[in-house]
């Protein structure tokens, strides 16, 4: 199976700040990689697929880039409601993986 | 408006067989583009992709749970079925389908709201 790490594990930033999580693929896997974003309680949802499509109705302050094995995602200026757990998942392989996730935090 | 509604037992005790229903509206499981994908996620951690199933049939499973999975579809019902057998208290979890979107890198769009299901005698 493809192994997906995340860096960091958690984050600490405050409104405004720029924020970049990366995602690292232990092989290459083109630009099959998408991001997910994950409140408490909630069902996670999409905000770029295919390393850099910005999925519809998610803020333009949300990009993503990379090809191959390494990947980031890019929040320009926090917002109040980005505080949350972020996810990479390969879709290269039938066999999907997901990161272990990213705890983005309030400073 | 696509929709996905996760539907099964809240409890089931260790050994036994779980049975989770996705229902989906908005789209059919017969469009070539789409798909249909079971994740779990345990208590404060992270989401593991369990299995997805496609229009024309085609299954994958994870490889860890794949001699415990069954996935299938019945088109006319707009079901697909996940079934997991001999169940241990480490399978609680919240279960999510996902509908799968071919010609997005296969990405997961619409994700239904996610079934608790707690494993105890």
């Known amino acids: 199976d493809i192994q997906m790490t995340q860096s960091p594990s958690s984050l600490s930033a405050s409104v405004g700040d720029r924020v970049t999580i990366t995602c690292r693929a232990s092989?290459?896997?083109?630009?099959?990689l998408n991001w997910y974003q994950q409140k408490p309680g909630k069902a996670p949802k999409l905000l770029i697929y295919?390393?850099?499509s910005l999925q519809s109705g998610v803020p333009s302050r949300f990009s993503g880039s990379g090809s191959g094995t390494d990947f980031t995602l890019t929040i320009s200026s926090l917002q109040p409601e980005d505080f949350a757990t972020y996810y990479c998942?390969?879709?290269?392989?039938?066999?999907?993986?997901f990161g272990q996730g990213t705890k983005l935090e309030i400073k | 408006q696509v929709t996905l509604k996760e539907s099964g037992p809240v409890l089931v005790k260790p050994t036994e067989t779980l049975t989770l229903t996705c229902t989906v509206s908005?789209?059919?499981?017969?469009?070539?583009?789409?798909?249909v994908s079971w994740i779990r996620q345990p208590p404060g951690k992270a989401l593991e992709w369990l299995a997805h199933?496609?229009?024309?049939?085609?299954?994958s499973y994870s490889t860890s749970l794949k001699s415990r999975l069954t996935i299938s579809k019945d088109t006319s019902k707009s079901q697909v079925v996940l079934t997991m057998t001999n169940m241990d208290p480490v399978d609680t979890a919240t279960y999510y389908c996902?509908?799968?979107?071919?010609?997005?890198?296969?990405?997961?769009?619409?994700w239904g709201q996610g079934t608790t299901v707690t494993v105890s005698s």
């Open positions: 092989q290459s896997i083109s630009s099959y």
């Open positions: 199933i496609f229009s024309n049939d085609e299954k």
């Open positions: 998942q390969q879709s290269y392989s039938t066999l999907v993986t």
């Open positions: 996902a509908r799968i979107k071919v010609v997005a890198a296969f990405s997961m769009d619409v």
């Open positions: 908005g789209f059919s499981l017969s469009n070539a583009r789409m798909g």
């Open positions: 295919a390393a850099s």
